[in-house]
C-alpha cells in the first residue's frame, strides 16, 4: 500500500493526494500533526525534519514533496 | 503522437488572476482550460490570514481560492494542474499551447502565470534545505513546535508567515536585510508578540550545522557587527520573482521580467493578455489580481467576437 505522509494546511500534499486520485492509485495517509508515531516514521524514513508531502512505496524508496516525474517513476505510472 | 485540442481560452495560472479570467470566460460560455504548473493558488495558497480582501474579515488563502476554482468549475471551465506546460507559441494563429500530454490550439492565451520566491541566495542552502531551511510554513512550521524559529525577509508574506509561526516557536527572530514593507497590521500585530525580535537592516551571511541547521551567521549593518544566533529553522520569504520563462522568446519582457502590458491587460500580440503579478504594474494585490482577470476575460471575449465576424 502506497503512503502519504502529510500535514492537513499544506497545498503540496494536497496536490500529491489529488495526484495519485487522478491515476487511480490507491494511498494512505498519515497526518504527521495528528499522529506522532508516522511523524517519527516520516523522520526516520527521509532524515528530514518532517518535510512533506512524502510518499513512498515500502518505508525505503520515497519522493519528497509534489514531483510528477519522481512519482510516475515511484510508482510505475 | 500528441492530441490536437482546441480551446476559445487557455489560461496559463491558476491563482488568483486565472481563475477569476476563468470563472467570467466560463460565465460567458467560452470553452476555457486552465493549466496551472505549480501549485492552485500560486502565492495566496501559502497565506495563513488574509484580511484585505472584500468580503471577508478574515480567510485562509487554500480556502479562499478553492472557493474561486469551485465558481470557474461551475461555470464549465476546466482546470488541469497536472499536465505541465512545455512550450508556447503565441505569435501563431491559433496560439499553441503544448504540454506533457497534448497539444492545445487557442484562440485567446491569458498569462497569469504569477511569480515564484526566490531561493535563499546561499551556497549552503542545498545542504540544508528541509534540515533547517524552509519555504513553505504551512507545510513545515509544526515540526519547530517548542523551537527557535527565525523567518527571513520584510515582506508581507514574511510578516504573515512570522506571525503565523508563533504558535509553534518559543523565541522567534524576524530578520531583514532592509526597512519593513509589509503593512501596518501585519508589524503592529508582530512587535505586540514578546516571543519576537526583529532584527531590521540585518543580513544572514551563513548556515551552520553539522546534519542539520543549528546556527546563522548575522551581519548588522547599522553596527557593522557580526554575531552568531542559534536556530532550529529558518523560513525563507525574501521575495518573488516573474514565473515568465516560458514567454521570453514570444513576449518584451520588462527590467523585471515582467510581462509588459497595460491596465487593460493586452500585450504587444492580439488574442494575448496579461493578467496578475506578472504583468507590469505599480500596485499587485489580490484584490488587483482579480480584477486583472476580469479585465482579460471581458476583453478576451471581446476579441474572440471581433474574430467570429471577420471569419
Redesign the interface.
Known amino acids: 500500500m502506497v503512503k502519504v505522509y502529510t500535514v492537513k494546511s499544506c497545498p503540496y500534499c494536497a496536490k500529491t493526494k489529488k495526484f495519485l486520485a487522478s491515476k487511480g492509485v490507491e494511498f494512505e495517509e498519515l497526518d504527521i500533526e495528528k499522529d506522532p508515531a508516522a511523524r517519527e516514521a516520516c523522520k526516520k524514513l527521509t532524515g528530514m525534519d518532517w518535510a512533506v508531502p512524502v510518499t513512498t512505496i515500502d518505508n525505503e524508496h520515497y519522493v519528497i514533496d509534489y514531483d510528477k516525474e519522481a512519482l510516475e517513476k515511484l510508482l510505475c505510472l | 503522437m500528441k492530441e490536437r485540442i482546441h480551446k476559445d481560452v487557455v489560461i496559463i495560472g491558476a491563482g488568483m488572476a486565472g481563475l477569476t479570467a476563468a470563472m467570467y470566460c466560463g460565465r460567458m460560455n467560452l470553452d476555457t482550460l486552465v493549466l496551472e504548473n505549480g501549485?492552485?493558488?500560486g502565492q495566496i495558497?501559502?497565506a495563513t490570514n488574509i484580511e484585505n480582501y472584500p468580503g471577508f474579515v478574515s480567510v485562509?488563502g487554500?480556502d479562499l481560492i478553492a472557493t474561486v476554482q469551485q465558481q470557474a468549475e461551475n461555470f464549465g471551465a476546466v482546470v488541469d494542474?497536472?499536465d505541465?506546460i512545455e512550450k508556447v507559441t503565441l505569435k501563431a494563429t491559433p496560439k499553441i499551447i503544448e504540454t506533457q500530454e497534448k497539444i492545445y490550439e487557442a484562440d485567446v492565451v491569458i498569462i497569469a502565470s504569477g511569480m515564484n520566491r526566490r531561493k535563499l541566495p546561499l551556497s549552503e542552502e542545498k545542504k540544508f534545505a528541509?534540515?533547517?531551511v524552509?519555504y513553505?510554513e504551512?507545510?513545515?512550521g509544526?515540526?519547530?513546535d517548542g523551537k527557535i524559529i527565525a523567518v527571513m525577509g520584510g515582506g508581507n508574506a514574511a510578516v504573515d508567515a512570522a506571525n503565523f509561526l508563533t504558535k509553534y516557536a518559543t523565541k522567534l527572530y524576524l530578520i531583514h536585510r532592509s526597512e519593513f514593507r509589509a503593512d501596518e497590521v501585519s508589524q503592529k500585530r508582530l512587535r505586540a508578540n514578546d516571543k519576537v525580535t526583529i532584527m531590521l537592516q540585518t543580513e544572514i551571511k551563513a548556515l551552520r550545522g553539522n546534519?542539520?541547521l543549528e546556527e546563522v551567521e548575522i551581519f548588522d549593518k547599522k553596527s557593522g557587527e557580526t554575531k552568531t544566533l542559534a536556530v532550529d529553522?529558518i523560513f525563507v520569504n525574501i521575495g518573488v520573482e516573474p514565473n515568465t520563462k516560458l514567454f521570453k522568446d514570444e513576449l518584451t519582457l520588462t527590467a523585471s521580467g515582467r510581462i509588459s502590458a497595460g491596465e487593460d491587460c493586452r500585450t504587444e500580440i492580439d488574442g494575448v493578455f496579461a493578467a496578475g503579478d506578472v504583468r507590469e504594474k505599480e500596485i499587485r494585490q489580490l484584490t488587483t489580481a482579480a480584477s486583472d482577470g476580469t479585465t482579460a476575460a471581458l476583453l478576451a471575449e471581446k476579441y474572440l467576437a471581433r474574430l467570429k465576424a471577420v471569419n
Open positions: 501549485i492552485i493558488g495558497a501559502n485562509q487554500g494542474e497536472f505541465e528541509g534540515r533547517g524552509h513553505c504551512l507545510c513545515d509544526h515540526a519547530y546534519k542539520r529553522g
